[in-house]
């Protein structure tokens, strides 16, 4: 095989390394390999954002597949076909010969097709004496039945992702569909909370879907909108299970956006006895208790909890409390207050909402006045941390864009 250029009447055309490899990759067809040639047609169709070709190009391909006489590419009948220009064109639609000349090189850089030059730069079939091709000109279908299968895994791996996104996109059309019912409905009915702002949050996801999303532009987006559909249900059923919600159920969201501003009661208590007494009066949740979320989330939310897991990253919701355990200390909140918080929350929710002061530690005065207050608000019924995650994302991720 020769490497460099290739003359013609026309002067010397370069061939390329995808050309080069293309050879390669035919001349290692193995004896009696046959394709559909419609279905390999189909599949080059499905993969077309992968090979990098456009419509027109594919609509040229296939003009020359209607020159090959079978339905079976094989090597053994042969895989070279001989349009001219003016016959090519008409059967893929009256395409202008400089268009038609640009598409068939497309093809060629593709790994599509390949050129067989006569001497004269002309296409034609030499026959033997019985009218049987013995050598032919034109354009070879060798790639298309070489890479066969290459094609057809590139097409399932096309429909597969279209697929995802389809779903994704779908998901994430039903959940800002509920989450504005919602809003609209607690807002109608003059449900207690800060609706308005809640609104403001739904409004500020929504405004950063693209004009032409992809799978990565809405992954995260639908994550942030589900936890904020399950936070806004979550404070709606607190409401209606409990009179003494009142105008709280957003009270959290502020502490955690404003958490350097502290009230009193988040102050240690004088005496362990007074907390108990504490304790003892609101122990017992008045709804459901506090959701967990995953544990991407609740990393992507606090980064820094991985530098006090084992060997310096957290793996598994067993590293994340084990880190909280040495961030209490770290912080010097009270192996009492991380323990009632524990029997209030749960164990991984206590972690998570350490995890979450240690993020904001800077603004905190008081981490346990802090996860006191919080243990508080949790055995009322008052607390989700649906909020302080949302919050501690948008704040890295508001970061990240300055920084970019």
Known sequence: MQVGNVTTPFGRRPVSLAQIKGQMRTAEIRPGKTADKWKVFRDACEARAVLGIQDRALAVLDALLTFYPDNELCEERGLVVFPSNDQLSVRAHGI??????????????????????????????????????????????APLLA?????????????AERKRFRITKEALSICRRDIR??????????????????????????????????????????????????????????????????????????HIQNSNTESSSEL???SRKEQGANL??????????????????????????????????????????????????????????????????????AAVAVACILERAGHIKNPGGYLRDLTRKAARGEFSLGPMLMALMRTHESAGRKAG
């Open 181 to 254: 019912k919602l809003i609209s409905a607690a807002m109608e009915e003059g449900a207690a909370g800060d609706w308005g702002h809640i609104e403001e949050i739904f409004l500020g996801l929504t405004g950063r879907i693209p004009r032409t999303p992809t799978i990565a532009d809405i992954q995260p987006i639908l994550e942030e909108m589900e936890m904020l559909r399950e936070e806004i249900i979550n404070r709606l059923e607190i409401q209606e299970n409990s009179e003494s919600m009142g105008s709280n159920a957003v009270q959290n969201e502020r």
């Open 147 to 159: 890479r066969a299968e290459e094609l057809a895994h590139a097409a399932q791996q096309v429909a």
């Open 280 to 349: 003892n009066q609101t122990s017992r949740p008045t709804s459901e208790p506090i959701k967990a979320f995953p544990l991407g989330m609740v990393l992507k939310a606090c980064p820094e909890i991985n530098d006090y897991g084992p060997g310096g990253a957290v793996g598994s919701w067993r590293d994340l409390m084990s880190a909280a355990v040495v961030v209490r200390s770290t912080l010097g909140v009270s192996p009492s207050a991380y323990q009632d918080a524990g029997e209030v929350m749960g164990q991984a929710n």
């Open 96 to 141: 202008a010969g400089t268009t038609l000349r640009r598409h068939l090189a497309a093809l060629v850089d593709a790994g599509l097709i390949q050129r067989k030059d006569s001497a004269n730069g002309k296409r034609y079939a030499r026959k033997d004496e019985t009218g049987g091709i013995e050598e032919a000109f034109g354009f070879s279908l």
């Open 268 to 270: 240690e208590p004088s």
